[in-house]
């Protein structure tokens, strides 16, 4: 995976095929001024545009990780704002005045780990995205499948929770660990409930 | 009045160009409108580098691909 470059550098790879293009169309659509070098015609045409679209993908890649970018659709104002309420005792909530994933708190617990759960988010994503510009989602908005506690382990090392200090945990480490009984069961809701809403309706 | 050498070729970048500016947002801000310009500026800058790969090879032997 390539690390994210900031904005400006992509922006600017942008703006600079976006050049390279400008001065060969010049000099294809007026040849007197002089043809375009081959090396231009390659750079220009080819790498130049390729290299532009992977910054500017690297970029927006991890945009998408953040709470921001999840809010952007109206339909998420409620799991935001519960997210961000100091008062709000559900998991997320939690979560998130603890700090643990402070920019990117909705992918860090949506999101399967190894290449697979990556694949499976983006997949995800772009439904959810088909969705909402198509108006084609049902109220109320709920997690679809089941939530696997491996997400929740992944950050909670497993050593400490099924040592004898928590015995509930420890009578239950196998059920727990084949999905049978889930964290939530437990611990509480990872949202806050809302009501009905009906697709395309604004507000929150 | 000059003509254009090789409309393939303005095509390829007209593509290309087109893609480059919506995908520009997206570096932005991720929100629902920028996906969508990013991921049809995605489809539109291959298509002009395709385009542009196929009118290349008679560019650089300078001659006109049309």
Redesign the interface.
Known sequence: MLTPVPAFIAIAALALACGLLFVIARRLWRPERGRPSPALLVVGLLVAPLSALSLASTRMVADMKEIAACGSCHVMDHFVSDLLDSASVTLAARHFRADSMPDDACYACHTGYGLAGSFTAKRAGLHHWWQYITHSWTEPIEYQGRYPNANCLACHPEEPMFADSIPLHVALQDSIMADVVTCFMCHGEPHARRAVKIPGETGG | M?R???RT??A???L??A???C??P???????VT??L?MA??VL?FA??LV??VS?PA??R?RDPD
Do not use: D, N, W
């Open positions: 000059t254009p050498r090789s070729s303005l390829a970048i007209a290309t160009a893609g480059l500016c995908i520009a997206a570096t932005f801000a991720a929100g629902p996906v969508g990013f500026g995605v800058v002009g580098v542009a790969a290349l560019l650089l300078r």
